[in-house]
Nanobody, 125 residues
């Protein structure tokens, strides 16, 4: 795994955009996938998007397809989540993780406590 720091969250009106950043402590090649989870109040944590660090293939949960884009910058060990056309249902705390791709592909978020502080995204009407 890698240690990460998330940033870029904020408050935005519906239809707006935000770009989240995930800065890793070392090379993101050390893990198979980097990606984002989110958790809204009263809801379970869900995988949002992930990217294979080696090949660049991406995964998105259905609700964000066509609106969110995940991409990586190996030179700076950073992964980004570009979020466009935000809607009220996107309001949540967003967390970045690096690890096994099954976390997203099999909808099995890690059950450990190695979550960072996250970054809050609030979408208003």
């Amino acid at each position: 795994q890698v240690q990460v720091v998330e940033s870029g969250g904020g408050s935005v009106q519906a239809g707006g955009s935000l770009r989240l950043s995930c800065a890793a402590s070392g090379s993101i090649y050390r893990v198979n996938c980097m990606g984002w989870f989110r958790q809204a109040p009263g809801k379970e944590r869900e995988g949002v998007a992930a990217i294979y660090t080696g090949g660049g293939a991406t995964y998105y949960t259905d609700s964000v397809k066509g609106r969110f884009t995940i991409f990586q910058d190996h030179a700076n060990n950073t992964v980004y989540l570009q979020m466009d056309s935000l809607n009220l249902e996107d309001t949540a705390m967003y967390y970045c993780r690096g690890g096994g791709c099954e976390w997203w592909l099999k909808a099995q978020p890690p059950m450990d406590n190695d979550w960072g502080q996250g970054t809050q995204v609030t979408v208003s009407s």
